[in-house]
C-alpha cells in the first residue's frame, strides 16, 4: 500500500515529506488529491508574490453589460480564495452612458502600472463595456500590454484567475479558450423508466 502511495505522489508532484505535512496541519489524514491541491495553491500563492515583488502584476478585468461582470467577480471570490486585488470588474448597468462607464472603468483600473499586464475578459466582443475599455486603456498606454477575450464565463474567468501567474500569455491563451469552449455541453438527463409520475 505504502508503494501504491509513493507511485501516487509522485505522478502528482508530490512528496511523502508534504504529504505528512498536510496531515498534520489538518490534523487528520487527508486524501491524496486534497494535497495536491492545498499544494497547488500554496505554489500559486508563490507565485504570485513573487510576481508582484518583481517587475508586474497580471490582473484579470472583467466588463459586461447589466451586472454581469460584478456577480461574476463575486463568484471568484466565494470559489477562489476570497478578495483580490488583482481581480477587478467594472460593469455598464441600465441606463448608464458610455462616459459614466468610462470614469467607473478608469477608476477600476487606476492602480494598474505601466509595468503590469492584464488579461480583460468581457461578455461579448464589440459591445460597448469591451470598446470603451480598450479605448481607455489605449489612453493609458496599457493597450500593448492587455490579451483581450469576448463571450466570457466562469471556467474562463476562474482559469484566468486561479492559473494566470503559473503559465506563459500564450499558454494562458489557449487554456483560456479551451475551458470556457469544453464548458458548453448539452447536459444529458435521465428521464427514468418512462412512466409518468402520480400526481
Do not use: W
Request: hydrophobic share 40%; with cysteine.
Amino acid at each position: 500500500m505504502r508503494n501504491e502511495i509513493s507511485a501516487v505522489l509522485s505522478d502528482r508532484g508530490i512528496c511523502h515529506l508534504q504529504y505528512d505535512k498536510c496531515n498534520k496541519i489538518s490534523g487528520k489524514t487527508v486524501t491524496i488529491d486534497r494535497c495536491f491541491s492545498q499544494c497547488l495553491l500554496v505554489q500559486l500563492h508563490h507565485q504570485r508574490e513573487e510576481r508582484k515583488g518583481g517587475i508586474c502584476v497580471r490582473y484579470v478585468v472583467l466588463v459586461s453589460h447589466g451586472t454581469f461582470a460584478p456577480g461574476l467577480h463575486s463568484v471568484l471570490k466565494m470559489l477562489g480564495g476570497g478578495d483580490r486585488e488583482d481581480v477587478l470588474s467594472a460593469s455598464m448597468e441600465d441606463g448608464m452612458g458610455a462616459d459614466a462607464f468610462v470614469e467607473r472603468f478608469g477608476q477600476t483600473i487606476a492602480g494598474i502600472k505601466d509595468t503590469d499586464e492584464i488579461i480583460l475578459l468581457a461578455d461579448i466582443i464589440g459591445g460597448s463595456p469591451l470598446t470603451n475599455a480598450l479605448d481607455v486603456l489605449s489612453q493609458k498606454g496599457l493597450l500593448e500590454k492587455t490579451m483581450a477575450f469576448g463571450g466570457m464565463n466562469l471556467p474562463m474567468a476562474l482559469t484566468a484567475a486561479m492559473m494566470k501567474d503559473a503559465m506563459d500569455l500564450e499558454s494562458l491563451k489557449v487554456s483560456l479558450i479551451q475551458e470556457s469552449q469544453n464548458a458548453i455541453q448539452k447536459m444529458q438527463l435521465d428521464a427514468g423508466d418512462g412512466e409518468e409520475a402520480e400526481i
